[in-house]
């Protein structure tokens, strides 16, 4: 399977503990976007990584909320001393260098904090 | 600010039926994309549209984005219960990030 993987697909997490979501990119893409998706909202932009670069993270809360996608490895969003404001599904997408805005997603990590 | 409104919100028709949702903004955007998102799942691409005008079909949906770049149509066809989901419509302004709908909700009964 060539499409983007995220996990876990879900992940439970009590107030204060991190969390770490992962996502591998569609194969031949370099590029990584990070969307939230609250209920009864429509998907939001977080992030968005190239290899070793956040290129735009004008969606990205200032604090506890970082994100990266380092040389070798997944992409990772990480969440400190979570709320359960925090509890929504995170999606990760990818594109390749031709056509940024034709973006794949993955299944998405569905969060939840008790 | 919803930067893009989706009509109608939700829509429930039989099959064999035929629909328009739209997909309806006061900004102009460099390209549009439909998703449609199962419950559990992610967005998953259907089609991409870039020149203002411009019509594509993907069997049973016809994909319109106006001249004007500012507002996109699709319609489906004899729709099937396997048409179910969620779908969205996202606008791209410059590079790369995608500004969503909040997305129309069809369920097609047998």
């Not at chain 1, 591998?24 to 939230?36: A, E, I, L, N, T």
């Not at chain 1, 925090?86 to 569905?110: H, I, K, M, V, W």
């Not at chain 2, 203002?52 to 996109?72: I, P, W």
């Amino acid at each position: 399977n060539a499409g983007v993987m995220q996990n876990p697909r879900h992940l439970v997490r009590r107030r204060g503990q991190e969390a770490r979501l992962r996502c591998s990119p569609m194969k031949g893409h370099s590029h990584v976007y990070w969307y939230r998706q609250l209920p009864e909202e429509g998907l939001k932009f977080m992030v968005y990584l190239q290899k070793e670069n956040i290129i735009d993270e004008s969606g990205m809360p200032k604090e506890r909320f970082s994100a990266e996608f380092p040389k070798e490895g997944p992409s990772i969003l990480r969440i400190q001393q979570v709320v359960r404001g925090d509890s929504a599904a995170y999606f990760c997408a990818s594109s390749n260098a031709g056509t940024l805005y034709e973006q794949y997603f993955g299944p998405g990590t569905r969060l939840t904090v008790t | 600010t919803q930067l893009l409104e989706q009509s109608p919100q939700f829509l429930s028709i039989q099959e064999g039926e035929n629909l328009t949702v739209y997909c309806n903004s006061s900004s102009v955007f460099s390209s549009l994309q439909w998703y449609r998102q199962e419950p559990g799942e992610g967005p998953v691409l259907l089609v991409t549209v870039v020149t203002g005008g411009e019509v594509k079909k993907l069997k049973r949906l016809t994909f319109q984005f106006g001249d004007a770049r500012k507002d996109s149509s699709l319609h489906i066809t004899a729709a099937q219960p396997g048409d179910t989901g969620l779908y969205l419509c996202a606008g791209a302004k410059g590079y790369s990030t995608l500004t969503f709908g909040k997305g129309t909700m069809l369920l097609v009964s047998p």
